[in-house]
């Protein structure tokens, strides 16, 4: 099913989501008793609920099947206004401790509820700082580093997510469990690690994002040599403490079906890349063609931003927004 068509482009147009978030910021829109311990406000949660909504609609993968060593899935749908300010809002609402491991949105707020939009906003400055003036070298590196990669995986949790509440050819079955998205853009561990179900067992899929302007084809690279040392048995101890704890979140009868070390059968790579300039995901890949699992568990996501800082930019502003619903 084909994307919808996206508002005008990136700088001419503000979604009517990014709007509404925006308004929070003035008295007038807060909630009486958002600040009490019964939960978030009505806003943030429904916030959330219509932001996840909207990137359903909008957020399509394309599966196009032309290397021997993987498959490719072109995510369509991102680069637009409404999606990307979506996404801000859906990366908030995962800091704020609503986005659930067993695939759902929880209507509360995780965390010291004193002042919630306080600490939440600490949460979002942490990984996009307070604006986007980064005008210094320096900043550019923690731009290119540490922001917008952490926003790249943050899109590899959300398709995960919305492969748990939907079949959208992301992987060939439902996730039923999903790792929460890390705290912190320098946080050490595995980028994405998922649970889904296939012919009723249990499959492990796990995902490494990258975010570059100009050099995807170098990236992928680098993704798949993190894969090469998931085979070497370099990242069990990872994979170990992941597995525990998705494990609680699974049906009686997937976790029956958790064996010992069950990912050495039963398992997905999904590389993420986020770029800016053109480049053929199709060409044949030696390092991923090394790769022991089947070519349909190769599955190489690729979502090319031709308005690539505007769209980090963009999504970062949302985040700082949807900061004033919770």
């Known amino acids: 099913m084909p994307a919808k068509p996206c508002p005008p482009p990136l700088g001419e147009a503000r979604s009517a989501l990014f709007t509404r978030a925006e308004e929070a910021l003035s008295p007038d829109h807060v909630a009486d008793g958002s600040v009490g311990s019964e939960g978030p406000t009505a806003s943030g949660f429904e916030l959330a609920t219509e932001a996840l909504e909207t990137l359903e609609r909008r957020l399509v993968l394309q599966e196009e099947v032309h290397a021997q060593s993987h498959v490719v899935l072109r995510a369509e749908g991102l680069d637009c206004p409404e999606s990307a300010d979506a996404l801000g809002t859906y990366l908030t609402a995962a800091l704020a401790g609503a986005v659930q491991v067993d695939i759902h949105l929880a209507d509360r707020f ?17 990984v ?20 917008n990669p952490w926003i790249a995986e943050g899109i590899g949790h959300l398709l995960l997510f919305m492969a748990g509440r939907a079949a959208t050819g992301c992987l060939e079955g439902r996730v039923a469990a999903l790792k929460a998205l890390h705290a912190q853009a320098s946080q050490q561990g595995l980028d994405l690690v998922a649970i889904y179900e296939l012919g009723d067992l249990p499959v492990l899929a796990i995902g490494e994002t990258k975010a570059t302007h100009a050099d995807p084809s170098g990236q992928l690279t680098e993704a798949t040599r993190f894969f090469r ?40 790579y999904l590389p993420l890349i986020v770029h800016g300039t053109e480049f053929d995901p199709h060409v044949e890949r030696q390092l991923l063609a090394g790769l022991t699992v089947e070519r349909n568990h190769k599955r190489l996501v690729v979502v090319e931003l031709p308005v690539f800082y505007e769209f980090f930019n963009e999504v970062a502003d949302a985040m700082r927004a949807a900061v004033e619903s919770w």
């Open 110 to 126: 995780l965390g010291v509820s004193v002042d919630r939009r306080a600490v939440l906003r600490q949460r979002v400055e942490r």
């Open 128 to 147: 996009v700082r307070a604006s986007n003036h980064l005008t210094q070298d320096s900043d550019r590196h923690w731009r290119d580093t540490r922001r």
């Open 229 to 268: 040392d998931i085979e070497a048995h370099e990242r069990d101890g990872d994979l170990v403490a992941d597995v525990t704890m998705l494990e609680t979140a699974l049906s009686d009868q997937l976790r029956r079906e958790i064996g010992e070390a069950f990912w050495e059968k039963q398992y997905t």
